[in-house]
């Protein structure tokens, strides 16, 4: 089998706190302890994640998934065992090796949209899309997966504690994790300035949103899953949490006002979508294949995206 890149862009931005940024498809995080280190979520599956983590450190490591969507799992067979919510473990891990290279595809032409004329004269990134994403090799198995619970805690050494919380919306199993030592939170796809929620109803999402305010105490930053709309080692800007939570309480009261965003795949994202279940050719959905959305509505706030589903807004009460 031909080698596979171990050279990730990544920095240390706190003591032994590392961010490895999987070439522009996802973000993932190293916490090193004095016993143990810990790798939060597994990217889209380029390369030696493994590898380049082990050029860090030798330490025994546990992996935790923040949600189960294909750009946070698809390198989680290169460890043994992994921790993930229950109602997001029902996924393949890996997911579909065509869609993987076709948003890697999409994410590195997006990239490459904003300084066009440059990046033709050369190669953006130091992989080969045939050879550095692949279906696992037979040294691979799938890993032991045990369950991620709401508050369960991760003792790396030295007084290195993570803290498990579940922040459902982006998916019904999303997860952060708190380390209280470097007064850090990593938010997976929980939070972002282009958030997509709807998972489970929104009034449901905002009160896990308001748990994530009400822990601000005990972190100086959050970092999320894609440093997309931050930069690599920075925190999102102190605005991103509450005026997200301002968005969903106009939404809750009533106030809903769909907006039309361009999008960075070349197509404006519609006001509304209907829940589609078709040969796809919208943006975001690999052509030829089939997928289920439900209906989306598009909310905007200064520099904040909000998609929910209108028609999945309230708890169901008893």
Request: aromatic share 8%.
């Amino acid at each position: 089998m031909a080698e596979l890149t171990k050279l990730y862009p990544m920095v240390q931005f706190k003591k032994d706190t590392w961010e490895i940024d999987e070439f522009d498809a996802a973000s993932i995080f190293l916490l090193v302890g004095t016993e143990k280190a810990m790798v939060i979520d597994c990217g889209m599956g380029i390369g030696d994640l493994r590898g380049a983590i082990e050029m860090i450190t030798d330490k025994p490591l546990v992996v935790v998934i923040s949600h189960g969507h294909i750009d946070h799992t698809a390198n989680a067979r290169q460890f043994e065992e992994i921790w993930i919510s229950p109602k997001d473990a029902d996924k393949p891990i890996p997911q579909n090796i065509e869609r993987r290279r076709w948003d890697t595809i999409r994410i590195a032409n997006r990239q490459k949209g904003c300084f066009e004329g440059v990046y033709k004269m050369f190669k953006l990134y130091p992989y080969d899309i045939n050879v550095d994403i692949r279906e696992p090799g037979p040294d691979e198995p799938m890993p032991i997966i045990h369950d991620l619970e709401d508050g369960m805690q991760f003792d790396l050494g030295g007084g290195r504690i993570v803290t498990a919380y579940a922040c459902p919306g982006h998916s019904e199993g999303e997860f952060i994790f708190l380390d209280e030592k470097t007064r850090t939170l990593f938010a997976g796809d929980a939070l972002n300035y282009n958030l997509g929620v709807g998972a489970v109803p929104l009034e449901t999402t905002l009160r896990y949103m308001k748990r994530m305010q009400d822990l601000s105490e005990k972190y100086d930053g959050i970092y999320n899953g894609h440093h997309d709309f931050r930069a690599l080692g920075a925190p999102l800007d102190d605005d991103c949490l509450p005026t997200v939570i301002a968005m969903m309480e106009d939404a809750l009261a009533g106030h809903i006002v769909p907006c039309q965003v361009p999008s960075p795949w070349g197509q404006d994202l519609q006001l509304t979508s209907e829940p589609v279940n078709v040969m796809a050719q919208a943006p975001g959905m690999m052509p030829g294949t089939k997928e289920t959305r439900p209906q989306r509505v598009m909310l905007r706030r200064g520099r904040n995206f909000l998609g929910i589903n209108p028609e999945n807004l309230y708890e169901k009460k008893d």
